[in-house]
């Protein structure tokens, strides 16, 4: 992708960035992040509640012995990010991290540093060809695919207008037994109207997104061991305060989070 196409063409990454308050931003992402914020004045709440479902996720992998994480759909990177949550608690803690778009690319390389012994990496590449990422030879050279792994899609497969099932089993059927899947994308089970009037902004856009139910998330967990309390919307995963939370910020929100362990 040429640096022309990317300031013509808004990206999934960025646009997330802006919804983050990050300064990552083309002025085209701007624009359709106005467009997607009439339909759904309440998406930088779910970006935000996403960022924090993966912080309380990877601590949560990272105090159940998980030391080798891969993190697809990676976006702009945005601190704290899931290596220096990771290896807060474990301090050897081996993270790759992919994404598809050259301008991330450029953002992690700069950005992402990690401390020995600890090792963080960054690879170009598609979820929807789990094999080549599995094979990329910087991945094979940090993690241990004979060991459990950290599996992380977050805010990732609503951009992916694929067969999810598919992917999520290519990749854990080449991880060991004890690794984790980590997963939180939008669903329009609360809000139809306005999540699918969004999904509706980003393809007249040219961008993937497809929005998914309660039945087929909890599919892609079908031969996990899901961890409590399941398949939630993210704010209501493991979080001390969620029986206080209003059934209004569901809606809000429209998204849902798991995690699963290979048993």
Not at 36 to 49: E, F, H, N, S
Not at 196 to 223: G, I
Request: glycine share 4%; with cysteine.
């Amino acid at each position: 992708m040429d640096s022309e196409h990317q300031l013509d063409q808004p990206h999934t990454s960025r646009v997330y960035d802006y919804f983050l308050g990050g300064k990552d931003n083309y002025e085209v992402d701007r624009r359709a992040a106005a467009e997607i914020l009439k339909v759904w004045p309440d998406i930088r709440t779910a970006a935000r509640l996403n960022r924090q479902f993966m912080h309380r996720s990877t601590k949560f992998l990272a105090e159940a012995g998980i030391r080798q994480f891969l993190d697809i759909g990676t976006g702009i990177p945005t601190e704290p990010n899931l290596h220096q949550i990771a290896q807060e608690t474990a301090p050897d803690a081996r993270v790759v991290y992919v994404d598809n778009d050259p301008v991330v690319l450029a953002h992690a390389r700069a950005l992402m540093t990690a401390g020995m012994p600890g090792a963080t990496t960054y690879i170009h590449g598609d979820v929807t060809d789990p094999a080549s990422i599995l094979r990329d030879p910087e991945l094979t050279e940090i993690l241990d695919l004979s060991q459990p792994i950290g599996l992380s899609m977050i805010a990732l497969l609503h951009f992916v207008e694929d067969d999810i099932l598919r992917i999520v089993r290519t990749f854990l059927d080449a991880m060991a037994p004890g690794s984790y899947l980590v997963i939180c994308t939008i669903t329009s089970d609360f809000a139809p109207e306005q999540v699918l009037a969004s999904q509706d902004v980003y393809r007249v856009r040219k961008l993937p997104a497809q929005v998914r139910t309660h039945e087929e998330v909890t599919a892609w967990f079908a031969d996990l061991d899901l961890v409590e309390p399941g398949v939630v919307p993210p704010h209501r995963w493991r979080l001390l305060e969620a029986t206080d939370l209003p059934a209004a910020l569901d809606a809000k929100v429209s998204c849902y989070c798991a995690v699963g362990r290979k048993p």
